[in-house]
């Protein structure tokens, strides 16, 4: 039996975890897409949008909004998106060498190639007698600046960035298979002026007035009908000069998000799909106070919507309900759990026990806890892996053998030979936020020390392997019983009590 016919007898078209990238699954993504509270808000009002910033986790849906309102926009004639997800960095050394009118210019020429893509689908459109003489030159050396010499990288930028150029009639346009300014001759002779830009003298005044062409480009838009046009910035984390440093991330779009007079420029809008490790950045630097921000935070009810929803999508309906799949619910719940209410990581648990099912009994139509207690446990290791590069500080995380500690107690076990070495090594984690102090432990005849705590279960899971799953979650892991709170905690409750963290319950 091979994989995909695996997949085919659990009642599937394909296997539903295969991508963890929404904008791998265009085809299903409006059938499973579960809307955030705030949704409507970050659409706003069409007659008079403005610009905001969504923040999530990596993995947390940031693209999967970007795509629905791509998608919504679709459905209205005057309503134009740019998509600003690909960037050309090859001219800078550092991301903060990244200035706005790196941003203008690359805007500029989406927007005008826009503006021609409008001007040919408008076929009963007089450009002749619409646009006067002088506004059709200005038109023209605009097209001389910013779209005869365009960077090599610029027509696979342009046709994923202007959604709709690819549904155009215009094969030449839709392939670029010639120059652009070959495309815009077309275009023009189509609606009774040829023109040629290559011929244009270059205005070096206009050149240096991007933000006045900026505004000019949008007029201009208006009057074919595009009166509103949002701008949707996205994976500025995935960028070759940021990575997974969320400073370098901020810098990159730092002058874009800081420039109040662009952000509320009449008819448009900036809409920014942020990872949430630059909200400190934006905080600090940009005008929380005039560009709202929502955060896109996810329940394990939502979790588990989406799954059930996802699953009905690539299953024709057949599959409607997650808990159908597992042998077990309790495996649902540690699917969930171990996800760290993460989407991504919730698919790619799943992608996981799948492979680790068909792996030891392809037979089976349900996934069964061994199958489940596997993956999560080759999971948890590979997540740990990819977030801590340090084999030696992986090495130390390994032996600490408890889901909560002090520092007095690792050097006790033998984990490092003192506390300063102790301190050394726990403080990465707690500065990217995996490890926590959660109150003192009070001690006779010493001072009371600090106690630390795991806040991610993974984290949690790679500290304490010597045992199995079952043991793990039975001995570390409580949730809280206030019916308001329901928050999870990882402690060693077999040699002290707790309280939680949020509600002061004890646990």
């Given at each position: 039996m091979t994989f995909k016919e695996y997949i085919t007898g659990l009642g599937f078209q394909e296997n539903p975890f295969q991508h963890t990238n929404a904008d791998k699954e265009k085809d299903y993504l409006s059938k499973y897409f579960i809307q955030p509270d705030y949704f409507e808000d970050v659409w706003g009002d069409i007659d008079s949008p403005v610009s905001n910033i969504i923040y999530a986790p990596r993995g947390g849906g940031k693209t999967a909004q970007r795509l629905m309102i791509e998608e919504r926009a679709l459905q209205h004639d005057n309503v134009l998106t740019i998509t600003y997800t690909n960037h050309d960095l090859t001219s800078f050394?550092?991301?903060?060498?990244?200035?706005?009118?790196?941003?203008?210019?690359?805007?500029?020429r989406l927007m005008l190639l826009a503006f021609f893509d409008r001007l040919n689908s408008l076929d009963d459109f007089r450009y002749m007698f619409e646009f006067s003489n002088s506004e059709r030159q200005y038109i023209y050396k605009l097209c001389r600046i910013?779209?005869?010499?365009?960077?090599?990288?610029?027509?696979?930028?342009?046709?994923?960035?202007l959604k709709t150029i690819s549904d155009r009639a215009v094969d030449v346009w839709n392939k670029f298979k010639t120059p652009i300014s070959e495309i815009i001759k077309k275009i023009t002779k189509a609606k009774g002026l040829e023109v040629d830009i290559s011929k244009i003298d270059l205005d070096k005044k206009l050149k240096m007035s991007h933000k006045d062409n900026f505004d000019n480009i949008r007029q201009l838009l208006n009057r074919l009908g595009l009166t509103t046009i949002y701008v949707l910035i996205d994976k500025v984390?995935?960028?070759?000069?940021?990575?997974?440093d969320p400073k370098a991330s901020y810098d990159l779009i730092a002058d874009l998000i800081k420039d109040l007079e662009l952000?509320?420029?009449?008819?448009?809008?900036?809409?920014?799909?942020?990872?949430?490790?630059?909200?400190?950045?934006?905080?600090?630097?940009?005008?929380?106070?005039?560009v709202f921000s929502y955060k896109l935070e996810w329940k394990s009810a939502d979790l588990q919507?989406?799954?059930?929803?996802?699953?009905?999508?690539?299953?024709?309906?057949?599959?409607?309900?997650?808990?159908?799949?597992f042998h077990e619910l309790k495996s649902l719940g540690r699917v969930i759990l171990f996800s760290e209410l993460s989407p991504r990581d919730c698919i790619r648990i799943c992608n996981r026990i799948l492979s680790e099912q068909f792996k030891l009994d392809k037979?089976?139509?349900?996934?069964?806890?061994w199958s489940t207690n596997v993956a999560i446990d080759l999971f948890s290791k590979e997540k740990v892996q990819e977030l801590i590069d340090n084999r030696g500080n992986l090495s130390h995380l390994s032996k600490v053998n408890s889901a909560s500690f002090t520092i007095e107690e690792l050097v006790s076990s033998k984990v490092a030979a003192d506390s300063a070495a102790i301190r050394n090594i726990i403080r990465p984690w707690q500065t990217a936020g995996w490890l926590q102090k959660i109150g003192l432990v009070n001690r006779r005849n010493k001072r009371a020390v600090n106690e630390y705590a795991f806040?991610?279960?993974?984290?949690?899971?790679?500290?304490?392997?010597?045992?199995?799953?079952?043991?793990?979650?039975?001995?570390?892991?409580?949730?809280?019983?206030?019916?308001?709170?329901?928050?999870?905690?990882?402690?060693?409750?077999?040699?002290?009590?707790?309280?939680c963290v949020n509600c002061g319950t004890s646990l």
């Open positions: 050394k550092t991301a903060s060498d990244v200035t706005l009118l790196y941003h203008l210019e690359y805007l500029n910013y779209l005869y010499e365009t960077p090599a990288s610029f027509p696979k930028q342009a046709i994923n960035s984390d995935e960028q070759s000069l940021t990575g997974n952000l509320e420029t009449p008819g448009m809008a900036f809409k920014f799909f942020l990872w949430d490790k630059l909200e400190p950045f934006c905080a600090r630097f940009a005008r929380p106070d005039r919507e989406m799954l059930n929803e996802r699953l009905s999508a690539y299953s024709d309906g057949n599959v409607g309900n997650a808990k159908a799949l037979e089976s139509r349900k996934l069964f806890a806040i991610d279960i993974r984290f949690a899971r790679y500290a304490c392997n010597s045992i199995s799953l079952d043991d793990f979650i039975s001995k570390y892991v409580k949730k809280c019983t206030t019916e308001n709170c329901k928050k999870i905690s990882y402690r060693a409750f077999d040699k002290r009590e707790y309280v």
